[in-house]
């Protein structure tokens, strides 16, 4: 068994490291950049297909393994983090070959995404004092998981249309990915406007939806419709508008912007980034604030991740310096496990499965996907084959070694990404993951980290047992303001026993939030006394029918199911569709507060209700009831309708 402290002296022994900086970083920098210091402003992914190019291979090619979500063909979608955009800086991007998609200069951020076909192109405007970081586009992830929405009997939005309460006059904003690009919904977009669409035709979309931007490159499924269907069930009276956040941070947030200035009335996403800060607000994060603090209601799926995560104090496995690069293994994190600690987590991946990793520590960004200085401490993230010391070329299979800290290069955003594919089809493989201390400004900790691990199933070859536990909800959906919200499958919302365990129960994959979860940095990246969020807030049905999207038909509708907290979401704004229709001056708190006071209890799955009364990390304060929620602090009469704050509206008292 592990003691207290024989941790205690590995850590105080990491703290009391003393080295050069420069030196450090050099090592670091003669690998990857081959000794070129402001080749650090590229990331990792972009300087390893820079080493491609540069022997004969292809620079695109190689991007489309590291970094998917980059790939347009033959060419690479890349994002210049600047201190701010000029046109002198426009002028050089173009000169060396770039094409300018998109820019975006607010919320402490100036981006501009551009189209490159070879890292010659990058190497030039990486000697600009004004470019702090060239990046690889950022990965999104929706939260999935004549049609009805069959969750809307749970939450009881029928019985406020039978008052002719229906979402006339308010109008929704939806963040997606897509919405009209695939043949599932087709139609036609004319001066801003959808028209003609299938779901239009059959009745499940309104004639005519408001289409800001549905520019987003890649794999496109139009989940952006298949939530305003759902949307639509709910509010059938309410209009829609959408725009996309496939086109990173900057994007994102100038499309919530969008949609306020467009006049929406209530906005909800499903999208989430793995590099969005965890310990700071980055920009859509800002954006979505500013939203609400306009008055604009704001909902955010939780996302399907369960816990499949582990957040913890680093703990420099030894105390030794060391200059290699790759490493020999002598600051390696020391994982915290129930029964014996481990430098690495050892993982199962099925035949042709995915392992993406995320890696966040207590430090402020850098510019790259949100505001601040950068991160003081360097550290790195790998997936290898073995766990042979030291790390090799030959037993790294994916690695995320961005350069932050150093004193010859910008602080970089205090976060690494890589993930990795089973090239098998018919065999399992077990893969290593590990995180490396590479020691830049000793004197700085880097305090806690956060690692997220999507794909694979934890071996039992270390004793970890249950290793990942810990929150999977972050960036901008613990937003100030923001609504979080988790899914439960409609079918337990209509028959509490439908999961096994009596009560009502979220899906196993909603993610975990927390009670308080803490920002130890402002919007800017500036140290404040440390806030704590309560995530996520409220539980909504997932599961439900549309017309063309989500999985199979598995409840034998005829229509295929839509699960995840992608569906959970659109359906809380429906609702407050309705409310706001019934009570045009609640503010987005009020609403909050109305749907929280009312809420049905719930649990996460596997547990009895009645042993975790209140608020908890899965399910928030439980279910939404609009029904409900409509008639808090009414005061019944007798004529048959109900007297209100904001006048008479008849709303049977049977009905309740």
Same mark, same amino acid.
């Given at each position: 068994m592990k003691t207290t402290q024989k941790r205690l002296t590995t850590f105080l022994a990491g703290s009391l490291m003393l080295c050069t900086t $420069? *030196? #450090?970083?050099?090592?670091?920098? &003669?690998? +990857?950049? /081959?000794?070129?210091?402001?080749?650090?402003? =590229? &990331?990792?992914?972009?300087?390893?297909?820079?080493?491609v190019e540069r022997a004969g291979g292809s #620079?695109?090619?190689?991007? *489309?393994? +590291?970094?998917?979500? $980059? *790939?347009?063909? %033959?060419?690479?979608?890349?994002?210049?983090?600047? @201190? @701010?955009?000029?046109?002198?800086?426009?002028?050089?991007?173009?000169? *060396? %070959?770039l094409t300018i998609t998109d820019e975006f200069e607010g919320y402490g951020i100036a981006h501009l995404n551009v189209l490159a076909v070879s890292s010659i192109q990058l190497e030039r405007l990486a000697l600009r004092n004004d470019i702090r970081l060239i990046q690889t586009m950022p990965e999104p992830k929706v939260h999935v998981g004549i049609a009805n929405n069959q969750g809307d009997a749970g939450m009881d939005g029928y019985t406020l249309r039978l008052q002719g309460i229906n979402g006339a006059g308010v109008k929704v904003g939806v963040l997606s990915d897509s919405f009209a690009r695939t043949a599932s919904v087709g139609g036609t977009v004319s001066g801003g406007f959808l028209t003609g669409s299938n779901p239009q035709n059959s009745g499940d979309l309104p004639a005519s939806i408001q289409i800001l931007d549905d520019s987003a490159s890649g794999t496109l499924i139009d989940e952006g419709a298949g939530m305003a269907e759902l949307i639509y069930d709910v509010a059938p009276g309410c209009a829609i508008a959408f725009a996309t956040a496939f086109n990173g941070h900057a994007s994102f947030a100038a499309n919530i912007d969008a949609l306020v200035n467009a006049g929406c009335d209530v906005i909800v996403d499903d999208v989430g980034y793995a590099d969005s800060a965890m310990y700071q607000d980055g920009p859509v994060? =800002?954006?979505?604030?500013?939203a609400v603090a306009n008055g604009v209601p704001y909902y955010s799926s939780a996302g399907n991740s369960a816990s499949d995560a582990l957040e913890e104090n680093f703990l420099d496995s030894n105390p030794a310096n060391d200059l290699t690069f790759p490493p020999s293994g002598n600051d390696l994190h020391l994982f915290d496990g129930p029964f014996v600690d481990s430098t690495f987590i050892a993982l199962t991946l099925a035949p042709g499965e995915r392992l993406r990793a995320a890696l966040h520590w207590q430090q402020p960004y850098g510019g790259g996907s949100a505001a601040g200085p950068g991160a003081a401490a360097d550290l790195d993230l790998y997936v290898l084959s073995s766990t042979t010391l030291p790390l090799t070329n030959g037993t790294i299979l994916a690695s995320g070694t961005n350069t932050q800290g150093t004193i010859t290069a910008p602080m970089g955003d205090a976060f690494e990404f890589t993930s990795y594919t089973n090239p098998s089809g018919t065999t399992e493989q077990i893969v290593y993951?590990?995180?490396?201390? #590479?020691? &830049? /400004?000793?004197?700085? $900790?880097?305090?806690?980290?956060?690692?997220? =691990?999507? %794909?694979?199933?934890?071996?039992?070859l270390f004793d970890f047992g249950p290793l990942l536990n810990d929150r999977t909800l972050w960036g901008h959906t613990a937003g100030t303001g923001v609504v979080s919200v988790a899914a439960m499958d409609y079918r337990e919302l209509n028959d509490p026993s439908f999961d096994g365990v009596v009560g009502y129960n979220a899906e196993s994959f909603s993610s975990k939030g927390g009670a308080a979860l803490p920002f130890y940095y402002d919007g800017n990246g500036n140290p404040q006394s440390v806030q704590t969020r309560q995530h996520p807030v409220l539980t909504a049905p997932d599961g439900v029918d549309t017309t063309f999207f989500g999985s199979s038909d598995s409840d034998g509708t005829g229509f295929p199911n839509f699960y995840g907290t992608s569906a959970a979401a659109p359906q809380v704004a429906a609702c407050t569709a309705l409310l706001l229709q019934l009570y045009p001056s609640l503010t987005p708190a009020q609403i909050t507060q109305r749907f929280v006071s009312s809420a049905q209890d719930a649990a996460p799955a596997g547990v009895s209700p009645s042993g975790a009364l209140g608020w908890d990390d899965v399910t928030g304060y439980g279910i939404v009831n609009v029904y409900s929620a409509a008639i808090v602090g009414t005061i019944f009469c007798d004529f048959g309708y109900t007297g209100t704050e904001a006048g008479l509206i008849h709303l049977p008292y049977n009905t309740v």
């Open positions: $420069s *030196a #450090f970083a050099q090592s670091k920098i &003669d690998v +990857l950049c /081959d000794g070129k210091a402001e080749l650090t402003k =590229l &990331d990792s992914k972009l300087l390893q297909s820079r080493k #620079f695109a090619q190689r991007i *489309a393994q +590291l970094s998917p979500a $980059s *790939a347009r063909g %033959g060419q690479v979608q890349v994002v210049i983090a600047a @201190t @701010t955009i000029t046109d002198d800086l426009r002028n050089a991007v173009r000169a *060396a %070959g994060a =800002l954006a979505a604030a500013n993951v590990c995180v490396d201390r #590479f020691l &830049d /400004d000793d004197v700085a $900790s880097p305090g806690k980290i956060h690692l997220y =691990l999507d %794909g694979g199933t934890l071996n039992n």
